[in-house]
């Protein structure tokens, strides 16, 4: 109901196909907002939803500062497809300076920039005597529902994209920029390690996780 209020178009349940397994896979939302067109390219925000709910556990994110010096990392990933010439070149090309418009843009530069690195993450189940004054004992649990709600997002991103460009390519000049979101209901942690090994332990509404999955695109 919030996105529609905000005119996004909205599909439930909307399945893909697993890159590993072959087999057919759900994802909980795709909203979609289609802009004007400008210079015969229509442009659409693509948001790929997974929602989770629990009562009896918390999703903990370990995280620790960004070292931007990192090479490894892309620390600014533009999820885009396209099926105009020009934009694809522009994506093959000069990437960074799309980055950089997005990094000094007041509203997108909060969805690309990170104080703190998601290095792991836990579902940590509550105790029953919340004896503790700060969490009460957590108990470790599995974290297969944290695991798929994120990679799924992820995946699904990845079968849009092929869909979508096979669907429009060569007939409309089109172009896609997906993002990730997992919605959980429930109780997020932040547990952030310092250099010197001390810990800070905080409820977060919500955290930013850049993931390094590998999607499987033969």
């Not at 072959?22 to 390219?41: L, Q």
């Not at 799309?98 to 993450?121: E, I, M, P, R």
């Not at 997002?153 to 979508?164: D, P």
């Not at 089109?174 to 209901?185: E, T």
Request: aromatic fraction near 12%; glycine fraction near 2%.
């Amino acid at each position: 109901n919030v996105l529609k209020k905000h005119q996004w178009n909205i599909i439930s349940n909307r399945y893909y196909i697993d890159d590993v397994k072959g087999t057919e896979r759900e994802i909980d939302i795709i909203a979609y907002k289609v802009s004007d067109s400008i210079d015969d390219v229509q442009y659409i925000t693509t948001l790929v939803i997974s929602c989770k709910k629990s009562e009896e556990n918390r999703w903990c994110f370990l995280t620790r500062a960004v070292d931007t010096t990192d090479g490894n990392i892309n620390w600014s990933p533009l999820h885009f497809c396209s099926t105009d010439k020009r934009f694809k070149f522009i994506l093959e090309t000069q990437n960074s300076l799309l980055v950089d418009k997005y990094l000094n843009h007041k509203a997108l530069s909060h969805l690309y920039t990170f104080s703190n690195q998601v290095f792991a993450f836990q579902i940590l189940q509550k105790s029953k005597k919340e004896k503790d004054k700060n969490r009460g004992a957590l108990c470790i649990k599995e974290n297969t529902d944290m695991y798929n709600s994120i990679i799924t997002t992820i995946k699904a991103i990845s079968s849009e994209k092929k869909s979508r460009f096979e669907r429009y390519n060569n007939q409309s000049k089109r172009c896609y920029l997906f993002y990730a979101l997992s919605i959980f209901d429930g109780e997020i942690i932040e547990s952030k390690f310092e250099n010197d090994g001390s810990q800070t332990i905080d409820s977060v509404s919500d955290i930013k996780y850049l993931n390094r999955h590998i999607v499987n695109n033969v």
